[in-house]
């Protein structure tokens, strides 16, 4: 059975920082992207940062320069740290996988996702 689990979420006033964590186990993954997304009270979920295979990196403007994601193939894991946090960046974080055969996805995973509040 396939589990994302996610850490690292909390409170922490504007202009702090937090760093989000997740691991993948309970198969091996071949061909993978690691996302995180998020949702805030009465919004959709929306995309937040990604990282493919080929380790290229993708952010929403929203936290462009603020938000750093960063992988390691080799455990799994996928982290985003988050700089300089607004209260509008409180939200649900999930964590999200992607595992794709020659960029064709085949297999999307979820985390439960982790609590971030910014207070002002």
């Known amino acids: 059975q396939v589990q994302l689990v996610e850490s690292g979420g909390g409170l922490v006033q504007a202009g702090g920082s937090l760093r989000l964590s997740c691991a993948a186990s309970g198969r091996t993954f071949y061909t993978f992207d690691m996302a995180w997304y998020r949702q805030a009270p009465g919004q959709g979920r929306e995309f937040v940062a990604n990282?493919?295979?080929?380790?290229?990196?993708y952010y929403a403007d929203s936290v462009k320069g603020r938000f750093t994601i960063s992988r390691d193939k080799a455990k799994n894991t996928v982290s985003l740290q988050m700089n300089n946090l607004k209260p509008v960046d409180t939200a649900i974080y999930y964590c999200n996988l992607q595992e794709r055969v020659a960029g064709t996805l085949v297999e999307q995973y979820w985390g439960q996702g982790t609590q971030v509040t910014v207070s002002p």
């Open positions: 990282v493919d295979w080929s380790d290229n990196k």
